[in-house]
């Protein structure tokens, strides 16, 4: 069975870091594209940035360009979203996401995280 858990979120200033962690079991994160989404308070769902099967960054967004990068452990089966240099827009709740390749559009992904909130004010 397929699972993910995200961990990591909270409160921070502008400027601050944050770490995600996306935990999954039921499949091994290093032979999957794994996706971070996040949906603002009345906004759509809208896609982040996704690591690729050959760990490659793609990224949705530009303003996180530079700022956030995924990476993976596969001995812990975790995927991790380090945010850097946050900013007020950056809240959200952020959930990962996982199919067998990187797409912008959320329909693709059938399994998901239940989110992990991220706040930035000052």
């Known amino acids: 069975q397929v699972q993910l858990v995200e961990s990591g979120g909270g409160s921070v200033q502008p400027g601050g870091s944050l770490r995600l962690s996306c935990a999954a079991s039921?499949?091994?994160?290093?032979?999957?594209?794994i996706a971070w989404f996040r949906q603002a308070p009345g906004k759509e769902r809208e896609g982040v940035l996704c690591?690729?099967?050959?760990?490659?960054?793609?990224y949705y967004l530009d303003s996180v360009q530079g700022r956030f990068t995924i990476s993976r452990d596969l001995a812990k089966n975790t995927v991790h979203l380090q945010m850097n240099s946050l900013k007020p827009e950056d809240t959200g709740v952020y959930y990962c996401?996982?199919?067998?390749?990187?797409?912008?559009?959320?329909?693709?992904?059938?399994?998901w995280g239940q989110g992990t909130q991220v706040t930035v004010s000052s």
């Open positions: 996401a996982t199919d067998y390749f990187c797409s912008q559009d959320s329909r693709q992904y059938d399994y």
């Open positions: 039921g499949f091994t994160v290093g032979s999957y594209a």
């Open positions: 690591s690729s099967v050959s760990d490659d960054n793609i």
